[in-house]
T-cell receptor
Framework: GENVEQHPSTLSVQEGDSAVIKCTYSDSASNYFPWYKQELGKRPQLIIDIRSNVGEKKDQRIAVTLNKTAKHFSLHITETQPEDSAVYFCAASGPYSSASKIIFGSGTRLSIRP | DGGITQSPKYLFRKEGQNVTLSCEQNLNHDAMYWYRQDPGQGLRLIYYSQIVNDFQKGDIAEGYSVSREKKESFPLTVTSAQKNPTAFYLC???????????FGPGTRLTVL
């Protein structure tokens, strides 16, 4: 069945350094790849997303890259700050015709060391 | 906060009782979803609905039931058949044409 694998499960970086989280997906029909940030006890919130017709997308300190051939996509956070500490989830979704349910990765707990 | 609400925020249930979690959205979204999140875990899909009066099972539907009588509402019932229901339950919605999901604030269910 459809599957999204996410690595690492935990990540600790020094404030100001970069953080990279990687995901792979199994369904080649997937065409939408969102990233969600969830702070402790709160709801997940979309931070950036990318569609399959684009290889890279940036929004200030956050970027996402997509390699459709390898079925990999990654989240890059530069110049990390304490408020970046949270759990990050990647996800993959197919076209609406395939019910558009999103498959989530298992999450990465990012800690920023002062 | 995105026009999707869940109630109650905290819910306590005795073993053997059914409970219903509310989810309402005013975003005019066609699709709605229920997820379960256990401590330190990811999101697991319970049920989803793409349109009124229609819904499909997700990965962990056993012991749960839903209804979708109105576009705005997608209540989840946790039945006594769910053996380990203590978890954080998240409802989400999305546009029919798009894929971005907007999440509600969640309901934390505890079985006593």
């Amino acid at each position: 069945g459809e599957n999204v694998e996410q690595h690492p499960s935990t990540l600790s970086v020094q404030e100001g350094d970069s953080a990279v989280i990687k995901c792979t997906y199994s369904d080649s029909a997937s065409n939408y790849f969102p990233w969600y940030k969830q702070e402790l006890g709160k709801r997940p919130q979309l931070i950036i997303d990318i569609r399959s017709n684009v290889g890279e997308k940036k929004d200030q300190r956050i970027a996402v890259t997509l390699n459709k051939t390898a079925k990999h996509f990654s989240l890059h956070i530069t110049e990390t700050q304490p408020e970046d500490s949270a759990v990050y989830f990647c996800a993959a979704s197919g076209p609406y015709s395939s019910a558009s349910k999103i498959i989530f990765g298992s999450g990465t707990r990012l800690s920023i060391r002062p | 906060d995105g026009g999707i609400t869940q109630s109650p925020k905290y819910l306590f249930r005795k073993e053997g009782q059914n409970v219903t979690l509310s989810c309402e959205q005013n975003l005019n979204h066609d699709a709605m979803y229920w997820y379960r999140q256990d401590p330190g875990q990811g999101l697991r899909l319970i049920y989803y609905s793409q349109i009124v009066n229609d819904f499909q099972k997700g990965d962990i539907a056993e012991g749960y039931s839903v209804s979708r009588e109105k576009k705005e509402s997608f209540p989840l019932t946790v039945t006594s058949a769910q053996k380990n229901p203590t978890a954080f339950y998240l409802c989400a919605s999305s546009k029919r044409e798009g894929n971005e999901q907007f999440f509600g604030p969640g309901t934390r269910l505890t079985v006593l």
